[in-house]
């Protein structure tokens, strides 16, 4: 396998931990392992007491537990963890897809996500989101006409990374049943499950719950905001899918942290308080933003996200990657250009998910103001 460089993780690489402000991040807001614990109520006693020898390799049996309560028909057999999201694509791209396998995979979305099976040898087809007035939308009818007989897999991304859409339960119905009949397996990606912005809206089903011809993919990372425990997981009532995963682990992690499952656990439990911080300070971001928008309205289109710390904003005046380029370069403002999507538009990522939005946005502010 040779796989294409990582266009997204190169840039953020060069950029992301020497900017001083940035604004394209795709996480909420961190907090330390103190503060953690702080939160769900416990000393540091225990964490110390932590063993530091080798985990099983599917997951703690208790962490796999509470990972299954964020699902209504999972049980903790059904779930296998790994460390952190990218691990867990790798792998269930390795054991299911094999040369010569159609893919169709929703787009823009994550890299990895068409790029392994891209680099496996297998057809990818890009199911489009597309911008239609103010909104992005999703054509799930659509789907008929890109299924070829070789079909295997469909993935999708929802919540979407990088336009903040939403899937409605009724469409991840309809897709579920057109591909049940077909046997075409779904990977659905829903690292942001749990951030949908608006709660008076009925609550987003993962499509394992939806769909048993399928994996869904979460992670700690995203919603949670506890990137740095790099503790991930798919859930799927496939067993064959799961173990064949689970043997291919041997080759990758074989196993995972015992430190950073312990905090997953401990994070779990008190998960809805983390979700309903996070949901708190994107809103907040998203207000102040809002009002920015609204004062350069004539340089940028933007959509408010429905789900998740980002959005994928439209640069109406220009080369998009000169625009971000100086603005890095004068200003220290990181942004994400939309080429590192491999996405033609005129667009760029930005993050509401940090308690320094606001510091950032001004900074962006003051370089407009003399932007030609």
Known sequence: MKLNDFKLEVYFGKHEFSAPYLLAQSDCEAMTIKELLQMAGESSSEFLDTWLGYTEVSGHPILRK??????STVGEEDVLVHSGAEEAIFNFMNVFLQKGDHV???????????????????????????????????DVDELKDLVRPETKLVVINNPNNPTGYLVSNRDLAKIASF???????????????????????????????????????????KS???????????????????????????YTTICNSAPSEYLAKKALQVGDKLLKRNREIVCQNWEYAERFFGKYSSLFSVSRPKA??????????????????????????????????????????????????????????????SFD
């Open 224 to 250: 949670y905001g506890l990137a740095g425990l790099r503790i991930g997981w798919v859930v799927s009532h496939n067993k064959s899918v799961l173990e064949s995963m689970t043997r291919f682990k041997h």
């Open 104 to 138: 169709i995979c929703q787009f823009p979305v994550y890299q990895s996500l068409y790029e392994v099976a891209n680099a496996i040898g297998c057809e990818v087809t890009r199911w489009e989101l597309r911008r239609s007035g103010e909104e992005w939308s999703f």
């Open 179 to 221: 591909t049940e009949e077909r046997g075409i397996f779904v990977f659905s990606d829903e690292v942001y499950r749990g951030l949908e912005l608006d709660q008076s809206i009925e609550k987003q089903k993962s499509f394992a719950d939806i769909s048993d011809n399928s994996l869904a993919l979460g992670v700690m990372s």
């Open 66 to 71: 509470e990972i299954s309560r964020l699902y």
């Open 308 to 369: 998740g710390p980002i959005a994928f904003v439209g640069f109406l005046r220009g080369d998009v990657d000169r625009f971000c380029s100086e603005l890095l370069d004068n200003s220290g403002v990181l942004l994400l250009p939309g080429s590192m999507y491999d996405y033609e538009g005129s667009y760029f990522r930005m993050g509401f998910g940090r308690k320094s939005f606001a510091e950032g946005l001004d900074r962006l502010d003051e370089f407009l103001e």
